[in-house]
T-cell receptor
Framework: EAEVAQSPRYKITEKSQAVAFWCDPI?????LYWYRQILGQGPELLVQ????????DSQLPKDRFSAERLKGVDSTLKIQPAELGDSAMYLCASSPIRGSGSSYEQYFGPGTRLTVT | DAKTTQPPSMDCAEGRAANLPCNHSTISGNEYVYWYRQIHSQGPQYIIH???NNETNEMASLIITEDRKSSTLILPHATLRDTAVYYC????????????FGTGTLLAVQP
């Protein structure tokens, strides 16, 4: 069964350092999502891509976070500089594209747990 | 996206049906009801979704009231591996299919 791949699974970094996470969605899935999940809370959408284009980044802290999906396949989420409050699980998800107004399930990867010290 | 209300926790005996309620009284006509679950330290897993009609798949059944203001996820024969946080989400169906997760229900299946 196809899965969303993420790396690394765990990352410890010092505050003010740069950190990057990688995601490879399920083959053929045009839509890719990055979520952040703070302990005890549900995932919160940071950015959504349709192919290589950003369709929603309203919750992305753009002063320190950036995301790209250059060829419309895999994606990288970067934080620079990292702050203590960035400690969380970073989840990637993908979904197939359907017609406008249709519903489609999102498939999540295992996540990257970031600890900022 | 409509707000959902779920109990913070529930218990269920192994082998029995688990019925997880969700209130979404402000759901709009084009919003779907989605259920996901998250086992500890893993990514969320899609379970089922529906718009108006009841739905069933190999994992669960989804019962949506006629007025669409509430729904129930049914796991017909709960096992210990079903212990997880279950999220009910009302949303999607629009241009971005955005899902807003709440804090969910922690289902503890007891042996």
């Amino acid at each position: 069964e196809a899965e969303v791949a993420q790396s690394p699974r765990y990352k410890i970094t010092e505050k003010s350092q740069a950190v990057a996470f990688w995601c490879d969605p399920i083959s053929g899935h045009a839509t890719l999502y990055w979520y952040r999940q703070i302990l005890g809370q549900g995932p919160e959408l940071l950015v959504q891509f349709q192919d290589e284009s950003v369709v929603d980044d309203s919750q992305l802290p753009k002063d320190r976070f950036s995301a790209e999906r250059l060829k419309g396949v895999d994606s990288t989420l970067k934080i620079q500089p990292a702050e203590l409050g960035d400690s969380a699980m970073y989840l990637c998800a993908s979904s197939p594209i359907r017609g406008s107004g249709s519903s489609y399930e999102q498939y999540f990867g295992p996540g990257t747990r970031l600890t900022v010290t | 996206d409509a707000k959902t209300t779920q109990p913070p926790s529930m218990d269920c005996a192994e082998g029995r049906a688990a019925n997880l309620p969700c209130n979404h009284s402000t759901i709009s006509g084009n919003e779907y009801v989605y259920w996901y679950r998250q086992i500890h330290s893993q990514g969320p897993q899609y379970i089922i979704h529906g718009l108006k009609n009841n739905e069933t798949n190999e994992m669960a059944s989804l019962i949506i009231t006629e007025d669409r203001k509430s729904s129930t996820l049914i796991l017909p024969h709960a096992t210990l591996r079903d212990t997880a946080v279950y999220y009910c989400i009302a949303g999607g169906g629009g241009a971005t299919n955005k899902l807003i997760f709440g804090t969910g229900t922690l289902l503890a299946v007891q042996p």
